[in-house]
């Protein structure tokens, strides 16, 4: 195998390693930013956080325990996405033919 196949596998494995680990010491339904948790793993590996950011995007988009949002709130959020609630749709009442 080559040599820079393994030095990056290796990374990757630590990154997502690192990045499970600080997922891990969070409570459900708590959020951090990417660029936040980008930094907080390239800490754990000694890493400029750039390096590490794309590891960082893949898991968190792949994760099972955390789910990426968009927006003000948005990062990740450890847990399992709520089920959005499809509300119904208004029915107008048919006029009734006893009129005519």
Partial sequence: MNAD????TATSRRAYEAAQHVLD???DGERIQIKDLAKDVGLALAMDPKKV???VHHFAHHTSVA???RGKNGGII???KPVKVKKA???E???SQANV
């Fill in 89 to 91: 749709k208004k029915v």
């Fill in 78 to 80: 450890k847990g399992i």
């Fill in 67 to 69: 789910y990426v949002t």
């Fill in 5 to 8: 196949i393994e030095t990056m």
């Fill in 25 to 27: 010491s969070m409570r």
């Fill in 53 to 55: 950011l794309g590891f």
């Fill in 93 to 95: 009442p048919v006029a």
